[in-house]
């Protein structure tokens, strides 16, 4: 992925890639943390449930929790994003299901009162048993202006 600005993104990006060993979805146990420590605060992992109609935080890194101010780990994504976020935020969670592509976005934290907090988000495919995505793999990379701080 060309487009990807963040080092940081570009990092997993390439650790991802790295790792799929010829595969268009890197398998699950494949994926060791260990791996990528610098890389961990600005991960979320997320389950596929109910056939992709939804999904868990599996884990919620702790450069996502302070700029969202909670930590939503173990909440399913229909139910923290009631009042949070924009259905488009899904959507790139669906996107990848259906094409089983990574995705690259830019957002911003205006849901959270946030709105000076842009970031980078870039989705991965992961399969536990097979090539059937059932784990997203998220990376954050947060942009503050100099003159704010959450």
Known sequence: MKDIKSEYLRDLYQYWHGNCAGKAVL???????????RLLSRL??????????DFRYRVVGT????????????E??????KGHEDISVINGYKILLETGEPQ??????????????TYER???PMARNSQKVD????????????????
Do not use: C, K, N, W
């Open 27 to 37: 398998p699950r146990d494949r994926f060791d943390p260990v791996d990528i420590p």
């Open 44 to 53: 979320i992992l997320l389950d596929v449930i109910d056939q992709g109609q």
């Open 63 to 74: 450069d996502v929790v302070g700029a969202i101010g909670r930590d939503f780990t173990g």
């Open 76 to 81: 399913r994504l229909t139910d923290y994003h």
């Open 104 to 117: 690259l976005e830019t957002r911003s934290l205006t849901s959270v009162g946030r709105d000076y907090v």
């Open 122 to 124: 870039l989705l991965l």
């Open 135 to 150: 784990t997203i793999l998220a990376g954050l990379e947060f942009h503050l202006p100099r003159d704010r701080t959450p």
